[in-house]
């Protein structure tokens, strides 16, 4: 089943502690993109990457990494997470050629 | 630059009522115009989409035409049901990495009461 996965569904941390977030898709997609929901404002991109060892940065990339080590990985990293970065976080993985974006079931993450 | 936006909502309809959801859009190229539904607990899902201006894009009884003049994608459906009750999302790409760069609007939440 065509599919792309995140871990974990739900996270509680603290303020200051470095946590990942995971993203892999199935499909041999080239690009990947991580998008954060938020009330009000609908979904915002962070960053995204075009293929392996590319990526680049969206609207709202402040305070995040990522990295693109494999075609089918494209995981985020919080350095330093603060409460501000609370909000609903989705991977999306496409082809270039299809414009159809396929989403993950979405990261809720509380930063207290 | 680029940006989308949706009519306010919630909006609340009776089974086998009419529906639109407005969405018009800012772009300073030539975009192609998505909805996006997204149900309780689950990741969004293309709905249907139009690359070129005229274009008709349908999927599930719902539909949205691409009108250049009014930069505009509204989306309708002739008779909703229950289970299209959801939040939907109005969104457009444009440019060279179009496979990867969505612009969202602020999102629709629809409610259909049996």
């Known amino acids: 089943e065509a599919q792309v996965t995140q871990n974990p569904r739900y996270l509680i941390t603290v303020t200051g502690k470095k946590l990942t977030v995971t993203c892999s898709q199935n499909m041999n997609h080239e690009y990947m993109s991580w998008y954060r929901q938020d009330p009000g404002l609908g979904l915002r991109q962070i960053y995204y990457s075009m293929n392996v060892e590319v990526t680049d940065k969206g609207d709202v990339p402040e305070g995040y990494k990522v990295s693109r080590k494999e075609k089918r990985n494209f995981p985020l990293i919080l350095e330093s997470p603060s409460p501000n970065q609370t909000s609903l976080y989705f991977c999306?993985?496409?082809?270039?050629?299809?414009?159809?974006?396929?989403f993950g079931p979405g990261t809720r993450l509380t930063v207290t | 630059g680029d940006s989308v936006t949706q009519m306010e909502g919630p909006v609340t309809l009776s089974e086998e009522a009419f529906l639109t959801i407005n969405c018009t859009y800012t772009?300073?190229?030539?975009?192609?115009l998505f909805w996006y539904v997204q149900y309780p607990g689950e990741g969004l899902q293309l709905l249907l989409k139009a690359t070129k201006a005229d274009d008709k894009g349908s999927n599930k009884g719902f539909e949205a035409t691409y009108r250049k003049e009014t930069t505009s994608f509204h989306l309708e459906k002739g008779s909703v049901q229950v289970s299209d009750s959801a939040v939907y999302f109005c969104?457009?790409?444009?440019?060279?990495?179009?496979?990867?760069?969505?612009?969202f609007g602020e999102g629709t939440q629809l409610t259909v009461n049996p």
């Open positions: 969104a457009l790409s444009i440019g060279e990495t179009s496979g990867s760069r969505l612009t």
């Open positions: 772009a300073t190229g030539y975009p192609s």
């Open positions: 999306a993985s496409s082809q270039d050629t299809t414009y159809e974006q396929y």
